[in-house]
């Protein structure tokens, strides 16, 4: 899996974190964004990001 090769690559994290929100997987995307953060703390898409979900969560339960 790409994520193990390149586990040091914020994009990496990034990428997968999408797809798992495109799949409504968002709990497992949180975690993948949050990992993205961790790698590059100044990528505001990033935080957005996980803003954004966090609003959608909110808003489902």
Same mark, same amino acid.
């Given at each position: 899996?790409? %994520?193990? &090769?390149?586990? $040091? $690559?914020?994009?990496?994290?990034? #990428?997968?974190?999408? @797809? #798992? /929100?495109?799949? /409504?997987?968002? #709990?497992?995307?949180? *975690?993948?964004? /949050? *990992?993205?953060? &961790? =790698? @590059?703390?100044?990528?505001? =898409? %990033?935080? *957005?990001?996980?803003?954004?979900?966090?609003?959608? %969560?909110?808003?489902?339960?």
């Amino acid at each position: 899996m790409l %994520v193990d &090769e390149l586990s $040091d $690559d914020w994009e990496v994290h990034f #990428l997968k974190g999408q @797809n #798992l /929100e495109k799949l /409504e997987k968002y #709990l497992e995307a949180q *975690k993948f964004y /949050e *990992k993205s953060l &961790e =790698l @590059n703390p100044d990528q505001a =898409l %990033v935080k *957005k990001k996980l803003k954004d979900l966090a609003n959608l %969560v909110n808003t489902e339960n």
